[in-house]
């Protein structure tokens, strides 16, 4: 968990932070058209928390420590490591693979959640800084949006694809044949795999999260 703080936080901050400072800016000018400016809190109820947090995170996890993951056990397998722990006794799931799924699911998790603030912050930048809205006015509105399954929703997505990426990078790294080709082939087919699966999970938990809370639509 110490590693994937120190390599990913700045990664996931900028992805976060940039995405929803672009986006704010976009929905803050629609909204001036519309004399709604008051309400970019609303926006962002769903911009951050559903949608651009946890995919900006996912997929900043994936590049950074899920190609981690695949390159170190795959290297491990070439160089006959795993083969070795297995002679002196040491299982190698339970040794190398089990803590560095769970590290990767708890703090993708933990990132996204940070990345929420962060990009509640730079909405609100873009809202008050940039435009002249309030930001008592944003809060207000965007407080009064934001549920209960809104922010436990947010959280098991992010442990859903924290897993994935999990699994599938362990996966790929365990089974890397064909020497440093292969490690890089499986790093490229663990990224890609799991690139495909953060837009696939984050819709799907969408759709059955709104399916199951269709109070969660309601402009308030």
Do not use: H
Request: charged share 10%; hydrophobic share 55%; proline share 2%.
């Amino acid at each position: 968990m110490y590693a994937m703080l120190r390599f990913c936080w700045l990664s996931c901050t900028l992805a976060v932070g940039g995405f929803c400072f672009l986006i704010g800016n976009y929905a803050y000018n629609i909204l001036t058209l519309l004399g709604a400016q008051n309400r970019l809190g609303t926006v962002f109820v769903f911009a951050s928390a559903r949608e651009i947090s946890p995919f900006c995170t996912g997929m900043a996890v994936a590049g950074v420590m899920g190609t981690a993951l695949t390159a170190d056990l795959g290297a491990r397998r070439i160089r006959e490591e795993l083969d070795a722990m297995k002679v002196l006794g040491l299982d190698a799931m339970r040794v190398l693979v089990l803590p560095r799924v769970i590290a990767i699911t708890v703090m993708t998790a933990a990132f996204n959640i940070v990345g929420v603030a962060v990009g509640v912050a730079m909405a609100m930048i873009s809202g008050t800084v940039i435009g002249d809205t309030s930001a008592g006015s944003f809060f207000s509105v965007f407080l009064s949006n934001v549920t209960v399954p809104d922010l436990v929703g947010t959280v098991v997505k992010t442990v859903l694809i924290g897993f994935f990426i999990g699994i599938v990078c362990a996966q790929k790294g365990l089974n890397a044949r064909g020497g440093p080709e292969g490690v890089g082939r499986a790093v490229n087919e663990a990224v890609v795999l799991c690139f495909a699966a953060v837009w696939v999970i984050n819709f799907v938990a969408n759709a059955v999260l709104l399916g199951l809370n269709p109070e969660m639509l309601v402009n308030r």
